[in-house]
């Protein structure tokens, strides 16, 4: 499973964005998808997740209410919409793949995208 991500940038507080986790491999409806993000100075902390079939999610508490995700499998992407943007969330965000149920935990996960550098002035 490869994965490229892509729609970070340069916003202001309270702005969305969105971005997508573009996968490839056949198996790729199989996988969980996890989202986290990393500052700098600070570990990698999980963001949210979606599910293989994409009818569960699940968020860290800072983001709860703020961010969502979706997937279309027969497109092989993954979408998180951040909505209502705070400078805590600066941080470079990957995408990452694991194997029929997603966890917490960056360990866990098989596959992991590029990252994306997200940026919220205040």
């Not at 573009?22 to 969980?32: D, H, P, V």
């Not at 990698?44 to 293989?52: A, L, N, Q």
């Not at 009818?55 to 092989?76: L, M």
């Not at 360990?107 to 994306?116: F, M, P, S």
């Amino acid at each position: 499973v490869q994965l490229v991500e892509s729609g970070g940038g340069s916003v202001q507080a309270g702005d969305s964005l969105t971005l997508s986790c573009a996968g490839s491999g056949r198996t790729w409806g199989s996988y969980a998808i996890g989202w986290f993000r990393q500052a700098p100075g600070k570990e990698r902390e999980f963001v949210g997740s979606i599910s293989w079939t994409g009818d569960s999610t699940d968020f860290a508490d800072a983001v709860k209410g703020r961010f969502t995700a979706s997937r279309d499998n027969a497109k092989e992407i993954v979408r998180l919409q951040m909505n209502n943007l705070k400078p805590d969330d600066t941080a470079v965000y990957y995408c990452a793949a694991k194997y029929y149920k997603a966890t917490h935990f960056p360990d866990e996960y098989d596959y992991w995208g590029q990252g994306t550098q997200v940026t919220v002035s205040s």
